[in-house]
T-cell receptor, first 113, second 120 residues
């Protein structure tokens, strides 16, 4: 079945540091890939997405590239801010399996001033 | 982007009572909605897939008599937690998908803000 694996947290960084959160997937069909962010006590917000191989999703300084050859969709940001502290979820939705969204376990990010 | 709302945003109830949570797609018609459950500091667990006009499909291990799902219209799905107990306390999130074929936009789901249920 489809699955998503992302690096365990928590990840603790200083402000302006470079961020990478690794995400790999297994899927049949033609999956779309997503990164969601969840701030404390809130629901999910779509951060960025990519719908086909080699697409790059970007938003608010975050970016991720859909790499079919390595089945990866790593999240990066060049300079994190304290306000980026949240939980980040990698996810996929495939046209097979009823368009269910499969989530990774989530990675908690703490950014220190 | 498309908007999905949930009501209520939080609810506290006594053990043994039933609680209904609504999920609405505000600016599009959703033939399929999904219900997730999230425990503290954990990921989202898919509970069931709700299809308009038909019975919901439940994931393995989810009690369908405990978690009643109704998708009576193209813009509304409801989740009723029956005879709630403290272990049902959780964050419940719904999502909705626009109908369509192929990949791209139609693989995206739009998530509601979640409902926090606390059972005393």
């Amino acid at each position: 079945g489809n699955s998503v694996t992302q690096m365990e947290g928590p990840v603790t960084l200083s402000e302006e540091a470079f961020l990478t959160i690794n995400c790999t997937y297994t899927a049949t069909g033609y999956p779309s890939l997503f990164w969601y962010v969840q701030y404390p006590g809130e629901g999910l917000q779509l951060l960025l997405k990519a719908t086909k191989a080699d697409d790059k999703g970007s938003n608010k300084g975050f970016e991720a590239t859909y790499r079919k050859e390595t089945t990866s969709f790593h999240l990066e940001k060049g300079s994190v801010q304290v306000s980026d502290s949240a939980v980040y979820f990698c996810a996929l939705t495939s046209n097979t399996g009823g368009f269910k969204t499969i989530f990774g376990a989530g990675t908690r990010l703490f950014v220190k001033a | 982007g498309a908007v999905v709302s949930q009501h209520p945003s939080w609810v506290i109830c006594k053990s043994g009572t039933s609680v209904k949570i609504e999920c609405r797609s505000l600016d599009f018609q959703a033939t399929t909605m999904f219900w997730y459950r999230q425990f503290p500091k954990q990921s989202l667990m898919l509970m069931a897939t709700s299809n308009e006009g038909s019975k919901a499909t439940y994931e393995q291990g989810v009690e369908k008599d405990k978690f009643l799902i109704n998708h009576a219209s193209l813009t509304l799905s409801t989740l009723t937690v029956t005879s709630a107990h403290p272990e049902d306390s959780s964050f419940y999130i719904c999502s909705a998908r626009e109908p369509g074929q192929g990949g791209g936009r139609y693989n995206e789901q739009f998530f509601g803000p979640g409902t926090r249920l606390t059972v005393l």
